[in-house]
């Protein structure tokens, strides 16, 4: 995989396809933004890439804005869609949770408090093109 | 016997008393602190749980009538839920349960809501079907008793309650979601858009993200955006949508009816307010013959009642913790939940 990535996709499968191959570069302290509208396949990506880890349990964090999941890597799923003020994610302990070395951390809706996060990141947009295409783009940051 | 319950596991802060089995106090955050004390809570803040939690307390013990070395146990939510959050009501519970030398109970936030039927008149029977439904969790369970519970199915991606708000903001009805879809799709026609009913590899699992995408393709599709939906067909949409959502829990409730013997049915959280969904179990309890309990409102969303009561459920059953166990992030970290 090269950066800045790009594809159209048309179906999950080459979702799948892209997050196998992406699950295979991250290491743990990396930390991955992801952003695209409402139903654009954000969490699916993340869904895609922690399988690979052997972890079958990843859900939407836009409830609980944060969930952690633990197998062959530990996962940290942040989901800023619910956070009104930035005083909330650190509250939240924001900054113990990037600032692990033994995990990784995804960010679904990262723009909403781009001023939080670290510049070194992996930035993935999912857009829909049209009914039955979406395209994946990730930058690689820093 | 008093027992003290404290819920700080996201939003709300709660705490209530039972006293030889009554519930004597339930006071939450939102409804409770606001009046009495003044200023805005903030969301999502364990500064705002650590500055409501005591005043909320002394209030609590006043209201039930008794000081605090009247206290014989006292229990905390443990998990699932936001880890800041979670530790202020379990260290306060923690030292205080020190302090006055009883036992402390952690609970599970989850459990809590499974059990919460008990708090009304009409208790649910053991072996029950149980469906929690709620902003962070769509779970469908088999109680057989106070410590076995099996998991029968839960959502593959976004919780019910979730859908219910995230379809409510691109709506432009905004938060929360729930009440308002509810009230726009009140004796609207259900069939103006036939929105899909996902089907998972296990029968009984649950997804609404499909449902999610669906509406929007259907928005985007149909008017461009969000923005350009004529306003006479919002509710419209909304009651289509609601529909799916709703029978999407029904469906696999009914297949569990089934499947597996119970003798009552509990609808349980913070989406079991909505009146749909609760019509369709009346039915469905009506169909299988089954008792049906569902909590009253404020016992469906967040309360330390539900904490208070599953705790003492659980010190009655002789389940002893140590002051070192810990706050859990997940579900799975620790439950009765098999």
Same mark, same amino acid.
């Given at each position: 995989?090269?950066? /800045?990535?790009?594809?159209?996709?048309?179906?999950?499968?080459?979702?799948?396809?892209?997050?196998?191959?992406?699950?295979?570069?991250?290491? /743990?302290?990396?930390?991955?933004?992801?952003?695209?509208?409402?139903?654009?396949?954000?969490?699916?990506?993340?869904?895609?890439?922690?399988?690979?880890?052997?972890?079958?349990n990843v859900s939407?964090p836009?409830f609980s804005?944060?969930n952690e999941y633990?197998?062959?890597?530990?996962?940290?799923?942040?989901?800023?869609?619910?956070?009104?003020?930035?005083?909330?994610?650190?509250?939240?302990?924001?900054?113990?949770?990037?600032?692990?070395?033994?995990?990784?951390?995804?960010?679904?809706?990262?723009?909403?408090?781009?001023?939080?996060?670290?510049?070194?990141?992996?930035?993935?947009?999912?857009?829909?093109?049209?009914?039955?295409?979406?395209?994946?783009?990730?930058?690689?940051?820093? | 016997? #008093?027992?003290? &319950?404290?819920?700080?596991s996201c939003?709300?802060?709660?705490?209530?008393?039972?006293?030889?089995?009554? +519930?004597?106090?339930?006071?939450?955050?939102?409804?409770?602190?606001?009046?009495?004390?003044? &200023?805005?809570?903030?969301?999502?803040?364990? @500064?705002?749980?650590?500055?409501?939690?005591?005043?909320?307390?002394?209030?609590?013990?006043?209201?039930?009538?008794?000081?605090?070395?009247?206290?014989?146990?006292?229990?905390?939510t443990a998990g699932p839920g +936001? !880890? &800041?959050?979670l530790?202020?009501?379990?260290?306060?519970? *923690?030292?205080? %349960?020190?302090?006055?030398?009883?036992?402390?109970?952690?609970v599970n936030h989850i459990e809590g809501h499974i059990?919460?039927?008990?708090?009304?008149?009409?208790?649910?029977?053991?072996?029950?079907?149980?469906?929690v439904?709620s &902003?962070g969790h769509t779970l +469908?369970l088999?109680?057989?008793?106070?410590?076995?519970i099996?998991k029968?199915?839960t959502t593959?991606?976004?919780a019910?309650?979730?859908?219910?708000?995230? !379809?409510?903001?691109?709506?432009?009805?905004?938060?929360?979601?729930?009440?308002?879809?509810?009230?726009?799709?009140?004796?609207?026609?259900?069939?103006?858009?036939?929105?899909? !009913?996902?089907?998972?590899?296990?029968?009984?699992?649950?997804?609404?993200?499909?449902?999610?995408?669906?509406?929007? @393709?259907?928005?985007? *599709?149909?008017?461009?955006? %969000?923005?350009?939906?004529? #306003?006479?067909?919002?509710?419209? !949409?909304?009651?289509?949508?609601?529909?799916?959502?709703?029978?999407?829990?029904?469906?696999?409730?009914?297949?569990?009816? @089934?499947?597996?013997?119970?003798?009552?049915?509990?609808?349980?959280g913070?989406?079991?307010?909505?009146?749909?969904?609760?019509?369709?179990?009346?039915?469905?309890?009506?169909?299988?013959?089954?008792?049906?309990?569902?909590?009253? %409102?404020?016992?469906?969303?967040?309360?330390?009642?539900?904490?208070?009561?599953?705790?003492?459920? +659980?010190?009655?059953?002789?389940?002893?913790?140590?002051?070192?166990?810990?706050a859990f992030p997940s579900l799975s970290d620790h439950t009765f939940i098999k």
């Amino acid at each position: 995989m090269k950066f /800045p990535f790009h594809k159209k996709i048309k179906t999950e499968s080459e979702t799948v396809e892209i997050a196998e191959e992406f699950s295979k570069l991250l290491i /743990p302290g990396e930390i991955v933004l992801l952003n695209g509208d409402l139903g654009c396949g954000k969490t699916f990506f993340v869904k895609s890439v922690c399988r690979h880890y052997g972890i079958l349990n990843v859900s939407s964090p836009s409830f609980s804005i944060v969930n952690e999941y633990h197998n062959d890597k530990n996962i940290v799923h942040f989901d800023f869609y619910r956070v009104k003020k930035i005083e909330e994610l650190y509250d939240i302990g924001f900054e113990d949770y990037i600032m692990n070395n033994e995990t990784i951390v995804f960010i679904e809706w990262s723009n909403m408090f781009m001023k939080i996060l670290p510049k070194k990141n992996y930035e993935i947009e999912i857009k829909f093109t049209n009914n039955s295409e979406r395209e994946i783009s990730i930058v690689k940051h820093g | 016997m #008093n027992v003290l &319950g404290i819920e700080s596991s996201c939003d709300e802060t709660s705490v209530a008393v039972i006293s030889e089995g009554r +519930l004597i106090s339930n006071l939450i955050s939102s409804q409770d602190f606001h009046t009495n004390y003044g &200023g805005v809570v903030p969301e999502l803040s364990s @500064r705002a749980h650590l500055q409501i939690l005591l005043p909320l307390v002394k209030q609590s013990l006043a209201q039930a009538g008794i000081t605090l070395n009247q206290i014989d146990l006292v229990t905390a939510t443990a998990g699932p839920g +936001l !880890i &800041g959050a979670l530790l202020v009501g379990l260290s306060f519970a *923690k030292g205080f %349960a020190y302090s006055i030398k009883k036992p402390f109970i952690p609970v599970n936030h989850i459990e809590g809501h499974i059990f919460s039927g008990f708090l009304m008149e009409e208790k649910p029977e053991f072996p029950y079907l149980c469906l929690v439904v709620s &902003g962070g969790h769509t779970l +469908l369970l088999l109680v057989e008793s106070e410590t076995e519970i099996k998991k029968l199915g839960t959502t593959i991606d976004d919780a019910a309650g979730e859908a219910f708000d995230k !379809i409510s903001k691109l709506l432009g009805f905004g938060y929360p979601g729930g009440p308002k879809i509810q009230e726009a799709a009140l004796n609207q026609r259900t069939d103006f858009v036939d929105f899909p !009913i996902a089907q998972c590899k296990n029968e009984f699992d649950f997804s609404f993200s499909g449902l999610k995408t669906s509406v929007l @393709r259907f928005i985007q *599709k149909e008017y461009g955006d %969000a923005s350009k939906i004529p #306003n006479e067909h919002l509710p419209s !949409i909304a009651a289509s949508f609601q529909y799916s959502a709703v029978r999407a829990l029904v469906v696999n409730t009914d297949k569990a009816l @089934r499947k597996y013997k119970t003798n009552s049915i509990s609808l349980v959280g913070g989406v079991a307010a909505n009146k749909m969904l609760r019509d369709e179990f009346q039915k469905l309890a009506g169909k299988y013959k089954k008792k049906l309990v569902i909590p009253s %409102a404020e016992f469906c969303g967040d309360n330390g009642a539900m904490i208070a009561y599953r705790g003492s459920q +659980l010190h009655q059953a002789g389940i002893k913790y140590s002051f070192d166990f810990n706050a859990f992030p997940s579900l799975s970290d620790h439950t009765f939940i098999k």
